[in-house]
Structure formats: structure tokens, C-alpha cells
């Protein structure tokens, strides 16, 4: 079974605090992704990535970046985290050549960021 | 205009019904449609996934896509308290690197015994 990990399920942070969250995944997929899911807006994309080191803006890049240094992990950076970036954070990786679903997307569990 | 018009529901129905559950879009580019499947405080998992027009079926779940009128939709047959979850359409022009899915908002459905 793929798995999608994120590092926390849930995280409360303050106004101007730099934010981390970690993804690993364990499929060796070439994709990942980084979504926030509100309520009435669904999931928007922040950032993705194809390849180790490569990135590309989501259509809601303000205010985040991303790292990716190795190909299972995927970070998303909240620089200086504001109260409207309140929100559920999914990661999800895709791009299995053998089962033919290539661009199917395997998410995590999500995390709840708080920002007071 | 979103790309992706989904109805927020919620869509409540008895156990045993049949559900429908629709998306329309404006792309006319989209090829791959899924059904992903969320449960509260859960990541979505993909439930159905459709290539180009025609049905899907599996189990007591039916895809439909209708491209010429950019409409899909997923039916469950004799639905079941354990399917009240939020079920969210997607749909992708591509395959391969970089592939993005574009989402629809969700919609809330909950089976009531």
C-alpha cells in the first residue's frame, strides 16, 4: 500500500512564526503535492514538485514555499505564519508507471495548522 | 466561473437509496475523471477513476462521464451509513510528469439508518 505520512496531525503556532510541514512518502513517486482545504473553497494547490529540487507554483503559492531535497520528502515552509493561513494542509504524491493510474493522487492525513 | 462546479450538499439519504452525485466542468481539455472519497478528519482516497466518456462500474458504485455535455457523475447503489463522507470529483488533462488534478469543492453526503 502506498503511504503518504505527514509529521503532525495537528499544530498550533503564533503570528510570525516560520512553520514547517514534512511529507514522506514511500512509493517512489516522481509527484508530490502540497494542497489547503477550506471550507467552501475545497482543496487548492500550493506548490508541487516533479523531481528532487524542482518546484512549481500551485494556483495559492503566497506566503508559502517548499523544499524538496530528497525524493520521498516533500516540506512546506509558512515563512511567517498568519492567522488566515488557518487551514487543513494535505500533502500527496502521485506518478506510478506500473499500475497504468499515473496520475492518481495518494494523500496523507492531513494537518490542522492553528495560527493564534 | 470555477472550472470544476460541484454542489456543497449536504445531501442526506436513507440507508438503501440510490445516490447521484454530479460535477460539471468547463475544460473542455479534461480526459481522466476520478471520485475521490473523504472521511472526516481523513485525507481523500480515490474511490473511481474514469478515462475519456462512458461508464465505470464497481461494486455498488457507477461512474458516468459525459463529455460531450462535461457532466460526471457517481451513483451508489443501496447506500450504506459507512458511505456518509465527503466525495469530492476531480479531472486532469494529462498523464504522466506534472499531471495536476483540478477539484471540485465536494459534496457532503450522509446515510441516515
Known amino acids: 500500500d502506498v503511504k503518504v505520512t505527514q509529521s503532525s496531525r495537528y499544530l498550533v503556532k503564533r503570528t510570525g512564526e516560520k512553520v514547517f510541514l514534512e511529507c514522506v512518502q514511500d512509493?517512489?513517486?516522481?509527484?508530490m503535492f502540497w494542497y489547503r482545504q477550506d471550507p467552501g473553497l475545497g482543496l487548492r494547490l500550493i506548490y508541487f514538485s516533479y523531481d528532487v529540487k524542482m518546484k512549481e507554483k500551485g494556483d495559492i503559492p503566497e506566503g508559502y514555499s517548499v523544499s524538496r531535497e530528497k525524493k520521498e520528502r516533500f516540506s512546506l515552509i509558512l515563512e511567517s505564519a498568519s492567522t488566515n493561513q488557518t487551514s487543513m494542509y494535505l500533502c500527496?504524491?502521485?506518478?506510478?508507471?506500473?499500475?497504468?493510474?499515473?496520475?492518481?493522487?495518494?494523500f496523507g492525513p492531513g494537518t490542522r495548522l492553528t495560527v493564534l | 466561473q470555477k472550472e470544476v462546479e460541484q454542489d456543497p450538499g449536504p445531501l442526506s439519504v436513507p440507508e438503501g437509496a440510490i445516490v447521484s452525485l454530479n460535477c460539471t466542468y468547463s475544460?473542455?481539455?479534461?480526459?481522466?475523471f476520478m471520485w475521490y472519497r473523504q472521511y472526516s478528519r481523513k485525507g481523500p482516497e480515490l474511490l473511481m477513476y474514469?478515462?475519456?466518456?462512458g461508464n465505470k462500474e464497481d461494486g455498488r458504485f457507477t461512474a458516468q462521464v459525459d463529455k460531450s455535455s462535461k457532466y460526471i457523475s457517481l451513483f451508489i447503489r443501496d447506500s450504506q451509513p459507512s458511505d456518509s463522507a465527503t466525495y469530492l470529483c476531480?479531472?486532469?488533462?494529462?498523464?504522466?510528469?506534472?499531471?495536476?488534478?483540478?477539484f471540485g469543492t465536494g459534496t457532503r453526503l450522509q446515510v441516515t439508518l
Open positions: 500527496a504524491s502521485s506518478g506510478d508507471a506500473t499500475s497504468g493510474l499515473y496520475n492518481e493522487q495518494f
Open positions: 476531480a479531472m486532469s488533462g494529462l498523464t504522466g510528469t506534472a499531471s495536476k488534478l483540478t
Open positions: 512509493m517512489d513517486h516522481e509527484n
Open positions: 474514469t478515462y475519456s466518456s
Open positions: 475544460n473542455s481539455a479534461f480526459q481522466y
